[in-house]
């Protein structure tokens, strides 16, 4: 493995710079379709643009925002080959956690971003593959029973600890990054939790509008 202190730059660094690209503000920009941020919530993930009524688009998003986190992992992966296990571990979370800070806090959208739930998916996928598959099922199955895409994201982030410490039994490196990225993914949705809370949580399928600091804020997307 080359110099430590430089993969540690490398995957820290890269992964923030990658995560920090805001595909959703990318795809509908280059369509002539607006900007999400001027839609629903406001939001820049997949849930928001596809208010815009272009699920090409939307899909874009949705693939664009988990594929960086997987790539800042899988740079990781290819960066420390040979080295011990717990090193390895500990790159992939630090590359891991670093894109979906960049996704969250992104510098080139003076660090407004997402809500990171997207990119969650993309680095769990990459980064522990079942805790991943099985957090995503958790999104699916409460998306299906409730329709509402905030609850979905908050059961899959506060259950993907578990799945890593007691299903899957995932190296520690790895249940924090789950701890992590859950604990972020719940700060974000403050208002969500209130509105369901309040049972005023909107549901799957909401149309566009101009974009309201109260309104919605997508969580299945990013």
């Known amino acids: 493995m080359p110099n430590q202190v430089l ?3 490398i995957v820290t660094i890269g992964g923030y710079l990658l995560g920090s690209t805001p595909f959703g503000v990318i795809s509908m920009r280059l369509a002539g379709a607006g900007d999400p941020r001027n839609l629903g919530s406001g939001n820049i993930g997949a849930t928001n643009v596809l208010r815009s009524g272009r699920k090409d688009l939307a899909l874009l998003t949705l693939l664009g925002d988990g594929g960086k986190g997987a790539v800042a992992v899988l740079v990781a992966v290819m960066l420390t080959r040979g080295a011990p296990d717990a090193v ?3 790159m992939v979370a630090l590359a891991a956690g670093s894109a979906f800070l960049g996704h969250l806090f992104p510098v080139f959208l003076r660090f407004k971003g997402g809500k990171g739930v997207s990119t969650f998916f993309g680095t769990l996928l990459a980064a522990a593959f079942p805790v991943g598959l099985a957090a995503g099922a958790t999104w699916l199955a409460m998306a299906f029973l409730f329709r509402i895409s ?3 994201a908050l059961t899959a982030a506060a259950l993907a600890p578990v ?4 299903v899957f039994h995932s190296p520690h490196a790895l249940v924090t990054l789950t701890l992590f990225m859950g604990a972020l993914i719940f ?3 403050q208002e969500n939790i209130r509105r369901l809370l309040k049972g005023q949580e909107p549901r799957i399928g909401g149309g566009s509008k101009p974009a309201d600091p ?4 997508p969580p299945g997307a990013p």
């Open 88 to 90: 390895r571990h500990m």
């Open 150 to 152: 905030s609850l979905a």
């Open 187 to 189: 700060v974000r949705h």
């Open 163 to 166: 799945f890593a410490l007691l």
């Open 7 to 9: 993969v540690i730059a």
């Open 214 to 217: 109260s309104a919605e804020s």
